[in-house]
């Protein structure tokens, strides 16, 4: 007999669970894009989304970082005190990939360049640099929630 496999959770089902509980809720999710999953840390709070990846030596190959707005916006990111290089992908509300920078150089001082989304996104995603051309991530892939086991 097969398992029985629960469904991907929609990134509105995420959403509206970080709004309704903001504070009860796991800093980590596993997110699905394509075939690939990543543990991905949560970035919720606007401290949490200043600090982001800041003076992490290393960031393993199936993880990274999820920021979540509470509506779809203009958002700007910079590498300020970031020792590694990352790929960053903004999404759509829908959870749809808009736009993506790869390869963005660390940057261990305060004088940083910023990246910018042209196209209002609620999620923006960091991950190792070099996964979005490793996976072939394009504009139009979708991420999905794995739900818990």
Same mark, same amino acid.
């Given at each position: 007999?097969?398992?029985?496999?629960?469904?991907?959770?929609?990134?509105?089902?995420?959403?509206?669970?970080?709004?309704?509980?903001?504070?009860?809720?796991?800093?980590?999710?596993?997110?699905?894009?394509?075939?690939?999953?990543?543990?991905?840390?949560?970035?919720?709070?606007?401290?949490?989304?200043?600090?982001?990846?800041?003076?992490? %030596?290393?960031?393993?190959?199936?993880?990274?970082?999820?920021?979540?707005?509470?509506?779809?916006?203009?958002?700007?990111?910079?590498?300020? %005190?970031?020792?590694?290089?990352?790929?960053?992908?903004?999404?759509?509300?829908?959870?749809?990939?808009?736009?993506?920078?790869?390869?963005? %150089?660390?940057?261990?001082?305060?004088?940083?360049?910023?990246?910018?989304?042209?196209?209002?996104?609620?999620?923006?995603?960091?991950?190792?640099?070099?996964?979005?051309? %490793?996976?072939?991530?394009?504009?139009?892939?979708?991420?999905?929630?794995?739900?818990?086991?």
């Amino acid at each position: 007999m097969l398992p029985r496999l629960n469904p991907p959770l929609t990134v509105s089902t995420l959403l509206f669970w970080i709004l309704l509980n903001n504070t009860a809720i796991a800093n980590t999710v596993t997110i699905q894009i394509k075939n690939y999953q990543f543990t991905v840390e949560l970035a919720i709070t606007q401290a949490e989304r200043s600090r982001g990846l800041m003076r992490r %030596k290393s960031l393993a190959s199936d993880a990274g970082m999820l920021f979540i707005y509470h509506e779809p916006q203009i958002i700007s990111f910079w590498m300020k %005190k970031t020792l590694i290089p990352l790929d960053l992908l903004f999404f759509d509300k829908e959870g749809r990939l808009t736009e993506l920078h790869q390869n963005i %150089k660390p940057c261990p001082g305060t004088n940083c360049d910023t990246y910018t989304n042209k196209i209002p996104a609620q999620f923006a995603l960091e991950l190792a640099a070099g996964t979005a051309t %490793k996976f072939n991530f394009h504009v139009g892939n979708r991420f999905t929630i794995v739900p818990p086991e």
